[in-house]
């Protein structure tokens, strides 16, 4: 493997982790919300997995994610420090700014990066982080609530300063020429000015702010350096360091202030037109080379290095300071609290590519089908020489197969919770883009899907969850009018049942308008008027998954296109699953999710249909008989035929003639009936006989082939042949759409 194969695996590692992270500081942020408070330990852990993306970053080579997210870094440092109160203001502030963090790791992993959109991008950063830092008198609120040790801060303020003065003065001429001088002389001021914010100061940085943009124009070969210009800061220094006396200690007169700084401005502005009026010779050493990568990513709130600044604005303290500061039994109580609060350093989980689980997971399945092919020829050779015992080995082949598969499928299983954990943020932005109040609400967060499977429902869980915020969820007057509670509710559940994983997603809103999605349907020609009239009410709903029908007033940013649903309904049923609706006026709507548990691998039952051997996934079973005749009942103008069983009706499906295959039997009575149900409804399947019961590989029919009605998806059978996998929902569609009715 070469370096660049080797770093983009390392970095495939970091974006996996980047992921979760990013979940964890979601979820932060939404619980701080709805507590109405970001307390210590939130800002704890919000500054521990930024540092953990800023540290991976950098190891990865991601280096503008890395530069922005070390602002953000230093922000929430100096709320854990004390420096700023935490609000709300500061939660949607970083919120906002998990979207943009999201955006630029996606687009600087693919390449597609657009450098001047990240510059914009960041120097809004930097102007939103300068606004929390607030005003003179804001700060200086903040110090005191926060018992900030403002003497401690002055000394330290104090000694950069005379350290700044101490290298311009010691200064001679070679210092003019050269390169690193400048550079230092340009962080140790950025550093100054920036701590000076920090510490409450309102005139003394503005002060320094023009003198800090020449320093830059130096520093990137704009500007030539002089002695006169190295003059100039000295006094200029020497003036700021006045201002800044002045304002700790309240006799700041602003009314001076902009005197001093016009003259400042004027001088520096004559230096700079003499240094234009004679150009920089070359002279071997090129003074002002565009600076090496560290120095470049150095802005107003970077860590300088500790070898170039005796001052760092948002490292913690050294150890040696640290030894100064906490001397109390308060602080030191408070350390023991953090330090305890870390995670522990090792850990029992490993993180596997998906990659290698599905390899995996493939070669389980070859085994399945091995083993399959070796019982059916093991199982005519016993019948030859007459062991039994052949038989009874392979029983325990399979039980120890079974077990290995299953062991691989639990690897490949992940908790509910992962898909949900997508959703609050989501379904509060969009609340607040409809000015309406929500509470979501998530049930079975420990019901495991296959991780295959999530890609393609997080999708249209998120479809639905958009469609009942903005059709179903009323407006907080409209919901007060209507008598319920101005705050409406979203309910997403999943539970485990015969073999399928069922998810729920309701909500307690207007519930669908039937009429109105019926006369779209009509209008777009969807369904026909002879249709419309033999449909209920949870029919009509249905209809909301029709291409191209939308029942907005007006297509907006959210929807009104007519898109959305449709690919809900696509989605669901390429996962084999299927989708239905409950709704009631003014109560709400149910839109419940139906898929099976695993796409790889699962027991079928073969049956016969005609000279076929069909396969039909046993989880879909619900019982299985040989009908006699008073079971069976014709209803109806074309005379379908019903199965009459414990009081209840069920739709009986030839499969004889839904592919068209010659039957051995054409009375139901001397064939079989397999009851089948998926999501609410039922159906009776008639087959000819059923066979064996076998552990199946699943292979996609539509990926190796096409799609075919009725045929979800093939596998290999113990003999070498090709067997097919029934699509009962597929066909229960199809049946209903051409005779149910």
Not at 531 to 552: P, Y
Request: hydrophobic share 40%; aromatic share 6%.
């Amino acid at each position: 493997m070469d370096e660049i194969d080797e770093m983009e695996e390392i970095r495939g590692f970091f974006r996996e982790e980047a992921e979760e992270l990013f979940e964890n500081i979601n979820n932060i942020l939404l619980e701080a919300e709805q507590n109405n408070e970001l307390s210590e330990d939130d800002i704890t852990r919000l500054f521990r997995d930024i540092h953990t993306l800023k540290g991976g970053s950098g190891s990865v080579e991601l280096d503008y994610f890395a530069k922005y997210v070390h602002y953000l870094e230093d922000f929430i440092d100096s709320i854990r420090k004390g420096r700023l109160i935490p609000s709300m203001d500061m939660v949607n502030f970083l919120m906002e700014e998990l979207d943009i963090l999201i955006d630029i790791i996606n687009e600087e992993s693919n390449s597609s990066l657009d450098t001047d959109e990240f510059d914009v991008k960041l120097k809004l950063l930097l102007s939103k982080i300068e606004v929390f830092m607030g005003s003179k008198k804001e700060n200086k609120s903040n110090i005191l609530e926060n018992n900030f040790d403002i003497e401690k801060y002055s000394e330290e303020f104090v000694d950069m300063n005379k350290a700044l003065l101490e290298t311009l003065r010691d200064a001679n001429e070679d210092d003019f020429m050269c390169e690193e001088y400048v550079a230092d002389v340009f962080r140790q001021l950025h550093t100054l000015k920036g701590s000076s914010s920090f510490m409450g100061l309102s005139y003394y940085p503005q002060y320094l702010h023009d003198l800090e943009s020449l320093l830059d124009q130096a520093r990137n070969s704009e500007i030539c350096y002089t002695k006169e210009f190295n003059t100039a800061i000295i006094e200029t220094l020497t003036s700021a360091e006045e201002i800044a006396f002045q304002e700790f200690a309240d006799i700041f007169n602003p009314d001076d202030f902009d005197a001093k700084l016009e003259i400042t401005k004027k001088r520096f502005n004559s230096i700079q037109l003499k240094c234009q009026e004679k150009p920089v010779e070359n002279s071997g050493f090129e003074i002002f080379d565009v600076p090496k990568k560290e120095e470049a990513a150095f802005e107003i709130f970077d860590v300088p290095k500790k070898e170039e600044v005796a001052f760092e604005i948002f490292d913690a303290p050294k150890k040696e300071e640290i030894k100064k500061e906490k001397t109390d039994d308060t602080e030191k109580k408070k350390a023991v609290k953090k330090k305890s609060s870390k995670k522990p350093v090792a850990s029992s989980s490993i993180r596997v590519g998906l990659e290698k689980i599905d390899f995996l997971m493939n070669r389980v399945g070859d085994l399945v089908i091995t083993k399959s092919m070796l019982y059916k020829f093991l199982q005519d050779l016993s019948q030859k020489i007459d062991d039994p015992s052949i038989i009874d080995k392979l029983d325990r082949l399979d039980r120890e197969i079974r077990e290995l598969q299953e062991a691989v499928m639990s690897v490949r299983m992940i908790p509910m919770e992962s898909v949900y954990s997508k959703l609050p943020k989501m379904i509060r932005d969009l609340a607040k883009k409809l000015d309406k109040k929500v509470e979501f609400v998530h049930k079975g967060d420990s019901v495991e899907i296959d991780k295959l499977m999530v890609e393609g429902l997080t999708d249209p869980l998120t479809h639905i969850i958009r469609n009942s915020l903005d059709h179903g969820i009323e407006t907080p007057q409209k919901r007060v009018e209507a008598g319920k509670s101005d705050i409406g509710t979203i309910t997403i559940s999943a539970t485990q049942e015969s073999g399928h994983i069922i998810i729920a997603i309701e909500d307690d809103g207007a519930g669908i308008n039937t009429q109105k999605v019926l006369e779209k349907a009509l209008e777009n020609g969807v369904v026909s008027e002879k249709e419309a009239n033999l449909m209920n009410e949870d029919d009509k709903a249905m209809l909301i998954f029709a291409a191209g029908l939308s029942t907005a007033e007006k297509v907006s940013e959210v929807s009104g296109r007519g898109v959305g649903m449709d690919v809900v309904m696509n989605n669901i049923n390429s996962l084999g699953g299927s989708i239905t609706i409950k709704t009631a006026k003014n109560k709400g709507s149910k839109i419940t999710i139906l898929l099976p548990l695993t796409l790889a691998i699962l027991d079928g039952l073969n049956v016969l249909v005609g000279d076929k051997q069909l396969i039909m996934p046993l989880n879909m079973i619900v019982e299985s008989l040989q009908p006699n005749r008073d079971m069976i009942k014709k209803v109806g103008d074309n005379q379908k035929e019903i199965l009459m069983l414990r009081d209840e009706f069920i739709p009986i499906i030839r499969l004889h003639k839904f592919f068209n295959i010659p039957s051995i039997f054409t009375d139901i009575e001397k064939g079989m009936l397999i009851v089948t149900r998926v999501a609410n409804m039922k159906a009776a399947i008639f087959v000819d006989d059923f066979l064996n019961q076998e552990q199946i590989v699943v292979k996609s029919l539509e990926k190796n082939y096409k799609k075919i009605n009725g045929i979800g998806a093939a596998t290999i059978r113990g003999d070498g042949n090709i067997g097919l996998i029934l699509d009962i929902m597929n066909i229960i569609e199809n049946e209903k759409a051409t005779s149910w009715n």
